[in-house]
């Protein structure tokens, strides 16, 4: 099983971007779905984005479309959620997760078999 470390997130200003990256530990990255999810103070955990092992297929949530990109370097061993245009609402913890044998994506946590500490994205207007 690997183990998921995010870095990237900290103070953004509205309308700026940040670039957040998740690092897997262990050989067998290529064999994980990975998803990046977000939970802002008081609400729950909600889905943001997916990519497939391959990097063929992607998934975002509506409100992201457009001004997120996710991405993977399986050399690498690193998932990316490149963040454009960031608003207000987009304040959160940001945590990556791992779904292994999964050949597409999934937005649904509970897939999900591996999770990261989470890294915060802080917008100010």
């Known amino acids: 099983q690997v183990q998921l470390v995010e870095s990237g997130g900290g103070l953004v200003q509205l309308g700026g971007s940040v670039r957040l990256s998740c690092v897997a530990s262990?050989?067998?990255?290529?064999?994980?779905?990975m998803g990046w999810f977000r939970q802002a103070p008081g609400l729950e955990r909600e889905f943001v984005a997916a990519?497939?092992?391959?990097?063929?297929?992607?998934d975002y949530t509506d409100s992201v479309e457009g001004r997120f990109t996710i991405s993977r370097d399986n050399a690498k061993n690193t998932v990316y959620l490149q963040m454009n245009s960031l608003k207000p609402e987009d304040t959160a913890v940001y945590y990556c997760?791992?779904?292994?044998?999964?050949?597409?994506?999934?937005?649904?946590?509970?897939?999900?078999?591996?999770w990261g500490q989470g890294t915060q994205v802080t917008v100010s207007s």
């Open positions: 997760a791992a779904e292994q044998y999964n050949l597409g994506t999934s937005s649904i946590a509970n897939d999900y078999n591996t």
């Open positions: 990519i497939s092992w391959n990097g063929k297929i992607t």
């Open positions: 262990g050989r067998t990255f290529t064999m994980y779905a």
